[in-house]
């Protein structure tokens, strides 16, 4: 895994995942195919996005405890952009989101996808 060329704070999703959310999300994910694009593991309350093909961290989410679950304290994105295309703030937000939501939690929602396209 490549760290982070040029890491910037963002804002974090306002979103509480249950314990058993941050149980399935501790586990982190690998990648089993060509088409699996992200990487992703945890250190500590820290969740690291990695892209699977170069290996370059994306995201970092560190998580806090609240009642009942689990929320993103803070969050960082790359800037660099031969690594990552910033759309902006709101659009990285809802990316990590879902991501978590999708490549952790195996939950898709096309709505939540379409309003992310619509932040391009």
């Keep these: 895994m490549v760290p982070f060329a040029a890491p910037v704070a963002m804002s974090p999703p306002e979103r509480v ?19 699996d694009r992200w990487s992703a593991y945890v250190e ?7 892209r699977s093909w170069t290996g370059h961290q994306i995201y970092e989410a560190r998580f806090g405890r609240t009642q009942g679950g689990r929320f993103v304290v803070a969050a960082r994105v790359e800037a660099d ?40």
């Design 17 to 35: 995942w249950s314990d058993d959310d941050w149980a399935v999300i501790r586990l982190g994910h690998r990648p089993v195919g060509m088409d």
């Design 81 to 120: 952009r031969g690594r990552h295309r910033r759309v902006g703030d709101a659009y990285d937000r809802l990316l990590l989101e879902l991501l978590v939501d999708t490549i952790l939690l195996q939950r898709h929602d096309s709505r939540r996808w379409d309003e992310l396209a619509s932040l391009r």
């Design 44 to 50: 500590s309350d820290t969740l690291h996005l990695h």
